[in-house]
Nanobody, 115 residues
Framework: QVQLVESGGGLVQAGGSLRLSCAAS????????IRWYRQAPGKQRELVAV???????NFADSVNGRFTISGINAKSTAYLQMNSLKPEDTAVYYC?????????WGQGTQVTVSS
């Protein structure tokens, strides 16, 4: 099993930055990729960014050029760096790790961007 714990969310003004962390534990060796999703009130959960174990990355069009993603480092932590934040980035952000045993999710961290 894999356990994921997100942190780093908070309230920030538009144009600001936040760095979200995803601390992984357990069978980290089995993780194939790290994905970040977000869910705004009344909306479906959407994929924001993904990084594979090989280092390939992909971003949603809405965040491309503003967000960067890093994979699990020596401290067993992955990051989502969010710059030039907009009010429409307000959501609960979730870390997800697909493995050979199944998908694992963190509890989410709230990001609120004020205008």
């Amino acid at each position: 099993q894999v356990q994921l714990v997100e942190s780093g969310g908070g309230l920030v003004q538009a144009g600001g930055s936040l760095r979200l962390s995803c601390a992984a534990s357990g069978a980290i060796f089995s993780i194939n990729a790290i994905r970040w999703y977000r869910q705004a009130p009344g909306k479906q959960r959407e994929l924001v960014a993904v990084i594979t174990s090989g280092g390939s990355t992909n971003f949603a069009d809405s965040v491309n050029g503003r967000f960067t993603i890093s994979g699990i480092n020596a401290k067993s932590t992955a990051y989502l760096q969010m710059n030039s934040l907009k009010p429409e980035d307000t959501a609960v952000y979730y870390c997800n790790a697909p493995t050979g045993f199944g998908d694992y999710w963190g509890q989410g961290t709230q990001v609120t961007v004020s205008s």
